[in-house]
């Protein structure tokens, strides 16, 4: 602790200035960019089954590595004001060697970041509870739009799972166990992604957890997800997807009763304030840039969803998300604060204009350490702090 209180008041008087690390970029469920100003790597980290990007600091090869059937995005360091090379529907991502925005220009219903942001990903995958949801459909719709309920081990259940990415239709009550069955029907499924469901038939909340360090802050979150018959998310109580429909019927009858028509589930919908609704059978996007809904340490992403909303099963969901955030004392944006980040601290505080030079994918305001919206000596102890483990 000692040795590193005088490290940083020496270094204020002899700066030494590194060169930018690997720098990753989180986008949803389609890719990170691995981003290095060094001799570039072979590919960079595949995220998710989409696409890899291979980005170095000469000419890139004329078009990147391509998974399936999104894009492939051309990086072009010494072009940064242009776009890059955006193919199928997804997105077009701008890429600025200047100090850049928290969020680069999102074009689609994907969000791009090119900077030097750390990243947690989360999907159906990992370990899950569930909690399950009664009475009529509206009344179903009505409590699946609320913030789920509080997390009680004794009352929140284990799920079942699988990963066949099959199409299925069948009818709760006429099969001899929905379980045996698929758990969605999706026109493109998310390979990897487990399906998760209680029970395959009815409404049910289901429950993700996940962490971020004691240092994370601006954190936002981003996804896809494959919801049957439809749904709405929330992360830590606070809604990221547009908000179910709630029509003023009561299916009775068979498959051509009218009230099904008026839910969700079948249409691509948005609700009043413009957020995609969760629904069957297209994936669909979820997620918030409000940093404020996410927390250092334990955070929650829940998934509400309605399986009464059609007369046809399965019900259960898929997903994939990223969420990233800075790190508060990682300098040098290698996604970890350690001695290497000294240097870049001192500068910081002591020359922002030469650190956001020599470092163009960082945030300078990592280095407000006490989280006073502004770097100054008043984040020295803080710093040390962090720098010793918290």
């Known amino acids: 602790m000692k040795a590193i209180w005088w490290a ?33 790597g072979a590919l960079s980290d595949a995220i998710s089954r989409e696409f890899s990007v291979f980005n170095g600091s000469a000419l890139t090869p004329p078009i990147t590595d391509a998974i399936t059937r999104e ?30 925005d928290v969020f680069t220009d999102a074009v689609s219903r994907e969000v791009s970041t090119l900077t030097a942001v750390s990243a947690v990903f989360v999907s159906s995958t990992d370990d899950a509870t569930a909690y399950p949801v009664g009475g009529t459909l509206p009344q179903q719709l009505t409590a699946l739009n609320a913030a789920p309920p509080a997390y009680d081990p004794n009352t929140w259940q284990p799920v079942y799972r699988k990963d066949d990415n099959l199409d299925d239709q069948f009818v709760c009550g006429q099969v001899p166990n929905p379980l045996d069955r698929e758990y969605v029907s999706a026109d493109e499924y998310l390979l990897g992604a487990d399906e998760v469901t209680l029970d395959n038939c009815n409404s049910t909340f289901y429950r993700f957890e996940f962490e971020l360090p004691f240092n994370a802050w601006a954190a936002r979150i981003s996804g896809s997800a494959n919801v049957d018959d439809q749904g709405v998310a929330f992360v830590n109580g606070n809604r990221i997807s547009g908000l179910m429909t709630v029509p003023n019927c009561n299916p009775t009858g068979g498959p051509s009763d009218p009230c099904y028509l008026q ?17 069957w059978a297209t994936l669909d996007p979820f997620g918030s840039v409000q940093s404020t809904y996410l927390q250092a340490g334990a955070n929650a992403l829940v998934f509400g969803v309605c399986g009464n909303a059609t007369y046809y099963e ?3 969901v898929e997903f994939t998300a990223v969420v990233t955030y800075w790190l508060r004392g990682d300098l040098d ?9 000294i240097n870049p601290f001192v ?3 002591s020359d922002p204009a030469t650190y956001n030079a020599m470092f163009p994918y960082c945030n300078v305001l990592n280095g407000d350490c006490n989280a006073s919206g502004a770097v100054n000596f008043d984040d020295i102890n803080a710093f040390i702090a962090i720098l010793s483990g918290g």
Request: proline letters at 7%.
């Open 8 to 40: 940083v008041p020496t270094l204020l008087m002899t700066v030494g200035v590194g060169h930018a690390q690997d720098i990753t970029d989180a986008v949803a469920r389609e890719f990170t960019v691995f981003n290095n100003l060094a001799e570039p």
């Open 71 to 100: 894009f492939t995005a051309f990086n072009d360091p010494e072009l940064p004001d242009a776009f890059t090379d955006a193919i199928a529907r997804e997105f077009t991502s701008h890429n600025d060697l200047v100090p850049p």
């Open 263 to 279: 839910q969700d589930a079948g249409h691509d919908r948005a609700d009043a304030q413009g957020l995609e609704i969760l629904t």
């Open 314 to 316: 399965p019900t259960g």
């Open 333 to 341: 944006c290698n996604g970890a604060v350690n001695f290497d980040d």
């Open 347 to 349: 500068l910081a505080l």
